[in-house]
């Protein structure tokens, strides 16, 4: 069944079983693997709706300019899929299966949306920037860069993640990729070439945490600071990479 998903109705598709449904499960893409006909997803709707699990799996939104889909994006276009599912296969538990970034957005859309279960596959108990941190950095390690080469990656993600916070101008961090593009490891390091002209995109992905202490990341795992959380006044949020990690209450 050929169906359209959130605002800007992207393509789906839905593989319902013969009978009635016991489940159903949306499918959330890598980052890298955005199309629905993408062979992990299509092994899920063969695999799945003979054993009563309703799949819908659709095109993730494209990106712009070159700029990867916000998590927040997704997780908005994640809540419009279980909505549509719901709707298809009645009062079942219904869930969000996530490869790769796409565990990232299950995460986030369960912090947002009602979800009965998450399945996550190759997915990060960090945030994004912890993450790419530590897979840039080994990148440099396996191909024989040095300390003082990891040391200017390490530099050079802390402004990125900076500009993407919010927190470093654009000018600065254009410039400080302007730099590292001459060096021969920038192929490794997974960054843009030209940034987005707004800064902040991660600011509208916050965490809700039960503290309500003030200061860095409870996951100790970047620079972010607490805020208080929309319509919670004992709450506090971490926003870190655009993505949900461990807290510590």
Known sequence: MELRVGELDLPATLDRPAGPARGGLVVLHGSHAGERSHFLYE???????????????????PRVDGHDVPLAAQADDAAAALDLLRARVGNVPVGLWGFSQGAWAAALTATRHPVDFLVLVGCSGVSPAAQMRYGTAEQLRRHGYGEADLAELDRLRGIAEGFLRGDVPRATAQAALDVAMRRPWFPLVHLPRELPDTPGTWVSTWISTRSRSSGSCPARCCSATARPTRGRRSSRAWWCGGAPHATRS
Do not use: N, Q, S
């Open 43 to 61: 092994h899920l709707a063969r695999l799945l709706p003979p054993a009563g699990i309703a799949v819908l799996r659709y095109d993730r939104r």
